[in-house]
């Protein structure tokens, strides 16, 4: 019996996927095996010794310690794309509140409600809230993956032109691009040219300046870009230096920008349009990674397998025999030891798995023949090795 907790309000069209005879399911568990989360903050939680993953029903990770988890065997998994289709329309959204001052006019009309000549004042002051239009304008992409990618292809609908810059674009990102996107190498070619910059981008803190994407928009790319740009982030609110965002909306160098993660300081900027990080908040968006989540703490408590870890690399096998599981540091030689001590105790390995991410890996083994709790501790003894698990 697994026990999991749920440390957010979980839709239930994913907690109902878990067999009730295998799973319990409760805000409040002692030492559980799982847990579900949404945006709960666990970046100071102490973790039982049962806790073998954590489930985050969304993409981003900054409430979850990731490598405090790793160094304790505990899988994250994360729900990429689950959720995409919603950020999507927030963004095309985005686009139109910041071309058409459709949130000044509405506050207007709220303003002066009770006028009984109303209808004559909209003639009158509609003209202070008149807007542009998108068709033909230009839409620079930062990032053309799960939401990036189909942003592109909905802003090629409604007539505009698209770039995309991606150095890291998966194949299958890559396939569902229209061919009327134009691909450009760097940033600068986005900050140059774009009428409307959009980031889907994760964090990356790093010393090389083309990797590095906190606060890539700054004081110097925002220089490069046009007069009047319109900046939209609904990836992360770090990629966006907001000292140099307020300067630039100040001297009219940007025209708006749109956040989904306010701050102290965003919320009280003028030319900023801040939206309660809404992105994800559909009823479709929540369901798809509530489901999502389940079946990924499924297919990894019952059968070992992970699929869409952030800090374990992902590995599948299907096992005739017993499966053992090992979670472990990447450094040489761990995978002939391991071998070794199955070798020893006279059991014969049919098949094997074995995969790497970064300074952690993940091995299964199809093994033939009786796991005994001896072979275990010797395993589990092996240095590097941080957590096993025997599925039979």
Known sequence: ?????????????GTDIFDKSKYTIADEVNNPDAIMVRSAKMLDMEFGSNLLAIARAGAGVN?????????????????????????????VAGMLLASRDVIGGVNWVQANKSDPDIAKSVEKNKSQFAG????????????LGAI????????LSLGMDVLGC???????????????????????????N????????PLVVNDDPNVNTKHMINKDTIAMMKDG?????????????????????????VRCYITDFPNEKTANMAGVIAIPHLGASTEESEDNCAVMAANELI????NGNIINSVNFPNAEMNAAGTKICILHKNIPDVISKITSVIGDAGLNIDNMVSKSKKEFAYMLLDVAGNVSDDIVSKLTAADSVIKIRVIR
Request: contains cysteine; aromatic residues 6%.
């Open 63 to 91: 409430n979850i310690p990731v490598e405090k988890c790793a160094e304790q065997g505990i899988v994250v998994f994360n729900t990429p794309g689950a959720n995409a289709n919603g950020v999507k329309e927030l963004a």
């Open 229 to 253: 740009v319109i900046v939209m982030n609904f990836a992360r609110d770090t990629l966006v230096d907001d000292d140099a965002m307020e300067a630039a909306l100040k001297s009219g160098k």
């Open 148 to 155: 990036g990618g189909p942003l592109g292809n909905a802003a």
């Open 132 to 143: 542009t239009e998108i068709k033909g304008k230009t839409l620079g992409i930062i990032g």
């Open 299 to 302: 297919e990894y408590l019952e």
């Open 1 to 13: 019996m697994f026990n999991i907790q749920t440390l957010n309000k979980i839709a239930a069209c």
């Open 166 to 192: 991606d150095p890291y674009i998966s194949i299958d990102a890559a396939w569902s691009l229209s061919k009327n996107i134009q691909r450009v190498k760097t940033r600068e070619e986005i900050f140059k």
């Open 194 to 201: 774009a009428d409307y910059i959009s980031l889907h981008t």
